[in-house]
């Protein structure tokens, strides 16, 4: 980062600084009662936004990242480049190589456009279980995921209790737009994936996501091949018990 990163940046208007400043003093809470606390950076644009404000702040979050091994060159690409810009070493959890074999075996690799169950058992061997092991032994769970993203999104709450992985979730981002997080982009000069620029929102995996057209949700290019409501990946489908602001 340069020096004059450190200073705030103007951000347009009231609401995008309301925004920066709650997610910033969300993040400080989490930090100060709930450690170990962890980022799972999915390498988005929100995550690129809090991994922004964790290491400008330097608060004591660490943050991981699944390469689920079919990634798209531009995420490796952004991981380099996030190390770089802030001096950090990202933690990288993988699929247990025996369980990528298996899956590969008994179905092909790309085995996943022919049903939502190998859909499903594909990121359940490359995403769930090493975010398992990742959250093992963690207090709180920070994730990007905002309201608006999918209709499954919409009731998404600041802070649940996550009964599955026994630990509080936070979404400090839940109320922000996509014009918010390019505000807090553009300000900051935070790196963030080239493919953003050609009409990919939201990046997962490469064969699992497509550029989107002019007027399309931006989880359209996700799954594009499934129905709305069965596009997520397992890795946020945890019941909220409990709910109540940080
Ligand atoms: S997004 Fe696609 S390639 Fe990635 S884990 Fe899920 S099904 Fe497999």
Request: with cysteine.
């Amino acid at each position: 980062m340069h020096r004059e990163d450190n200073i705030d940046q103007p951000l347009g208007d009231s609401r995008s600084v309301q925004l920066r400043d709650q997610a910033r003093h969300l993040l400080a809470q989490i930090a100060a009662q709930f450690a170990p606390a962890t980022l799972a950076n999915s390498l988005g644009l929100e995550d690129v936004v809090l991994t922004d404000m964790i290491v400008r702040a330097q608060l004591d979050i660490e943050m991981f990242s699944i390469d689920t091994g079919r990634l798209h060159p531009e995420t490796h690409d952004l991981m380099a480049r996030l190390e770089s810009h802030y001096g950090i070493k990202l933690k990288v959890f993988a699929p247990e190589a025996r369980a990528v074999e298996d899956y590969r075996r008994n179905h092909g690799l790309d085995a996943f456009y022919e049903s939502l169950a190998l859909r499903q058992t594909c990121c359940q061997i490359r995403k769930v279980e090493p975010l398992q092991r990742a959250l093992a032994g963690k207090r709180a769970w920070i994730t990007g995921m905002r309201a608006q993203q999918t209709a499954n999104r919409a009731r998404l709450l600041l802070r649940q209790r996550d009964e599955t992985h026994g630990l509080e979730k936070f979404n400090p981002l839940v109320d922000w737009t996509e014009q918010d997080l390019w505000s807090y982009v553009r300000a900051y000069r935070v790196p963030y994936n080239v493919l953003h620029d050609r009409h990919y929102p939201s990046i997962g995996c490469a064969p699992c996501t497509r550029a989107i057209a002019v007027g399309e949700d931006v989880r359209a290019g996700r799954w594009w091949w499934e129905a709305p409501e069965s596009k997520e990946c397992g890795l946020h489908l945890a019941t909220p018990l409990r709910t109540e602001a940080a």
